[in-house]
């Protein structure tokens, strides 16, 4: 018996019932940093497309006073490197690369820009269609670059623009106005910046965080599944082996010997099965199928009777099945070698309201106080409870010297069953007082390990 957990994720309380004894499923929509990346590119690809077609109009206007020659394969090799960004985050590849792409053809355009008029000494009537992307250069130089040169890129691109603003193919502003627009460019590109690597930050911090989580969980689900073979192993001990040997020292008649042969032959096979792999995957068994078992068993007793209510078309997970079909099993046992001589023994299994079912095994034998047993015994403890407790069920005696006594097995557990242990050691007193009849008494661990192979 193994598990192996692998890779880990984000998991609600559901998905942890669900995956217990499997792969864990990953987070659904995880934060993490490329995601942040994605949503960072596409949302400066949308306004690259925005400011481009505004500054297109503008572009075609100003090519009359440019060479044609060579303001043209500027104009079309900056607009083909927005095209190519916004494609690139699109299908998620090259997008550092195509960005750096952009604000390189963008700050080369911006120096040759003068060397490309007609006349460079002719006072341009506007600003020059650049101005428009400057902010997506700005913002495309901190997607693509490290943190230092995106810083460079956002300082020296304004002041190369501000300086061109300041010649006649730049308008021949004046000073302050080339100063306002180097400032404004500096801090649009600055915001957009600081918001980029913030977010980048943050990212891997959650990252970070939430490896370190996924970490912690493995450990714990490592630590739960070593617990859970433990019980396993305790309880094919005691059920498959002690049991049988037991069994086999106190026969005293044909009946005792046939039961003795049959807990044998079931502890071989309990045994082979044990030396395997314990089942990883979501399979589901109909819970008919362990009503036949249990007949089945019960019908090697020879005293046990089956009832089954309201279990067509009820399925639960094989793992639940195995423990509930050993625990049904190992009380039926209890009951044949400890109750003693007893007019009815039964086996009642049921749907409940959590979709699940409840077994209830029952004799009118001579019962006995869960309080006496000793604590070095593990019939309840381990082979009943613990293996039930593993699954997410819970296991219930009642029981009292000369009133027989009833097993109830319920999975999964209800949230009314799920109270502490204080409260149940202290309620058990009342609740003797106050009812003639057999007294409920939940199996809490200090009561199981009293409770031993009753």
């Known amino acids: 018996m193994s598990t192996d957990p692998a890779a880990f994720g984000t998991v609600s309380p559901a998905d942890f019932q669900d995956d217990l004894f499997g792969r864990p499923r990953h987070p659904r929509n995880p934060i993490s940093h490329a995601q942040i990346e994605i949503a960072l590119s596409r949302s400066v690809a949308g306004v690259a497309v925005v ?18 020659g060579s303001a ?3 104009g079309i090799a900056l607009g083909l490197s927005i095209l190519v960004f916004v494609v690139a985050t699109l299908v998620r590849r090259g997008i550092r690369t195509t960005a750096g792409i952009v604000a390189a053809c963008y700050l080369i355009a911006l120096m040759v820009w003068p060397l490309v008029m007609r006349d460079p000494t002719v006072v341009l009537d506007s600003k020059p269609w650049l101005w428009y992307l400057c902010t997506v250069a700005t913002s495309c130089a901190a997607i693509a670059f490290p943190l230092l040169w995106a810083i460079i890129y956002t300082v020296v691109t304004p002041v190369v623009f501000g300086l061109l603003r300041g010649l006649p193919s730049g308008g021949k502003a004046e000073s302050l106005l080339a100063v306002l627009d180097t400032c404004y460019a500096m801090l649009l590109g600055g915001v957009v910046l600081i918001i980029i690597y913030v977010l980048r930050d943050a990212t891997d911090k959650v990252d970070t965080a939430q490896s370190n989580a996924l970490a912690k969980y493995a450990v714990a689900v490592r630590h739960h599944a070593t617990e859970v073979e433990r019980v396993e192993v305790d309880s094919i001990v005691h059920d498959s082996v002690l049991a049988t040997l037991l069994s086999a020292a106190g026969v005293r008649n044909s009946k005792g010997a046939e039961l003795a042969a049959a807990m044998a032959r079931s502890a071989i096979i309990r045994l082979q099965e044990a030396s395997g792999e314990r089942t990883l995957d979501d399979a589901t068994t109909d819970v008919t199928r362990l009503v036949a078992r249990l007949r089945g068993t019960a019908a090697d007793t020879g005293v046990f009777t089956v009832a089954e209510l309201g279990v067509d078309g009820l399925s639960i997970p094989e793992f639940v099945a195995e423990a509930l079909y050993a625990a049904s099993v190992q009380a039926m046992v209890n009951s044949v070698q400890h109750a003693g001589p007893a007019q009815t023994r039964s086996l009642t299994i049921c749907g409940n309201d959590q979709s699940g079912c409840r077994i209830e095994i029952s004799d009118t034998g001579r019962g006995f106080d869960p309080t006496s047993v000793a604590s070095a015994r593990l019939g309840v403890r381990v082979s009943i409870r613990d293996r039930i407790a593993s699954v997410g069920g819970v296991a219930v005696v009642n029981s009292r010297p000369g009133q027989g006594t009833t097993v109830v097995i319920s999975w999964p557990r209800a949230a009314v069953s799920a109270v502490s242990e204080s409260e149940t050691d202290s309620g058990s007193d009342a609740e003797t007082q106050a009812a003639p009849a ?9 009561d199981a390990d009293r409770a031993g192979d009753r």
């Open 72 to 74: 043209v394969p500027i």
């Open 438 to 446: 057999p007294v409920a008494h939940a199996v809490t661990s200090a």
């Open 51 to 68: 400011f481009a077609l505004q500054a297109l109009p503008l572009m075609l206007v100003q090519l009359e006073s440019r060479k044609p």
